[in-house]
Structure formats: C-alpha cells, structure tokens
C-alpha cells in the first residue's frame, strides 16, 4: 500500500488564514474551503448582526445537515437499487428453474 505524503496547504476562512495538514491536493482543499466560505457568507447575508462565531456555528450546522441528508438519499438509493438487484436475481432463477 502506498503511504500518502501530507502537505502544508493554506486556506483563507472569512478572511483568516488557516494552514492544514492533508494529503489532498490543494486545489480539493481550496474547493471546500471555497464552499465553506459559501456558506459562511450565505449565513452572514441572513443574519447580518451575527457574530463570527455565530456564523460559523450556524454554518457548520448547515453544513452537517446538507451531509447528513446527502448519507440519508445514498442509503436510500442503495437500499432501492438492492432491492432491484434482489428482484431481478429472483426473475432470473424462475427462469432458470422453469
């Protein structure tokens, strides 16, 4: 197995520099701080008196619902697409048998 080499890549967060350590590329990296930039921003436009930290919590929080239901849909569809799979085999030793 190849072992991944962890890079330095510096992102810009509502205006403040943060330095992670990954082994993404960094232009994955800057694709996801570009959409919690986002987010923050859409926070920020819906709640204009709020405060950073405020906007952060609330758009970490967006952020973890949008994943949460993206999990629920996949689960979701692999179940539809087991139990296709599951009917189909079925069909397919019916025929078979008769």
Do not use: C, W
Request: avoid cysteine; glycine fraction near 4%; aromatic fraction near 6%.
């Amino acid at each position: 197995m190849k072992e991944e080499r962890k890079r330095s890549v510096e992102v810009v967060l509502m205006g403040t520099k943060f330095r992670f350590l990954t082994e993404q590329e960094e232009g994955h990296v800057q694709k996801i701080a570009d959409y919690v930039n986002g987010q923050m921003d859409t926070t920020r436009k819906n709640k204009p008196s709020a405060s950073l930290l405020d906007i952060s919590m609330l758009s970490s929080m967006n952020i973890a619902e949008t994943y949460f239901n993206n999990i629920e849909r996949q689960k979701a569809s692999v179940n539809n697409l087991l139990d296709k799979s599951d009917r189909l085999i079925s069909f397919i030793h019916e025929r078979i048998a008769s």
